[in-house]
């Protein structure tokens, strides 16, 4: 009933030092029932936050990940312990949605509940304050076969910025920003899916509370933030190549800091 999970990367930057090696999973799954359907999540792991937060970058379609959803969590993880519950037929429709190739985000639960340290992932705790993160998603299956999936999200917490020296606005000599260091950083989120079988579409949208950089690059503040995206996709396969292509288009936005850089900017 224990699974462990690590994940390094050979190639990652420490403050401008290439090619270090740093982990990005490090996390055992307790199962604590015969089928699987309950169980605690620990270690270093995907914050459950957004859709496509937890999607693989081997199943994302787009380029990138969209800026207002993953803003919340940089490099979609952090250090904490995780509850989930997925009953087995969805724990099925979950696994079927990325094996299929519909660029489904793997199973992190119907139900989800957690708390973690809100620093992001490799970043030391820097206050004793912890996240708690609550969600709910479900992937619904009509007659025809197609797949509605939805799902809703939020955290809330203290996040300690850091920062550097900036030149204000109108001139002067670079100053460090003042204000709060643990400032209250608070989401909520909701997204659906409508798998490509062939049309598909996409969308998340978040609002929230968060640092940021005022406009005078003084001081950094609690601030209001709102952000999110739209995808239309199209699901081509030619068997007779054994092609597949997904082209895409996609619109997003977002309002709000970017509190893993320094100043929150």
Known sequence: RIFIYIQPDFASTVSGSGNV???????????????????????????????????????????????????????????????YYTPSELRARFRHLVESGLKGSGDYG??????????????????????????????????????LEAGVSAYTGKFFVSRSAIVPEGGGGAQTPGGPNNIRDKRFGAYFVLYPQPFGLQAEYTVGEGPQLNEARTDIEKRSLEGGYVQAMYNYRCEKYCLMVLPFVRWQYYNGGRKSEANSP
């Open 21 to 83: 090696v740093q982990l990005r999973d490090w996390y055992a799954d307790l199962f604590l029932t015969e089928n699987k359907e309950w169980r605690i999540r620990a270690g270093q792991s995907k914050v459950p936050y957004g859709f496509e937060n937890e999607q693989s970058s081997q199943n994302r379609l787009a380029l990138d990940r969209n800026d207002a959803l993953n803003s919340a969590v940089s490099n979609e993880r952090d250090l904490g312990f995780f509850l």
């Open 110 to 147: 119907m139900f989800g509940l957690g708390v973690y340290n809100g620093q992001t992932a490799n970043q030391s705790e820097e206050n004793d304050n912890k996240h708690f993160i609550v969600k709910f998603a479900y992937p619904h299956e009509f007659q025809n076969g197609q797949i």
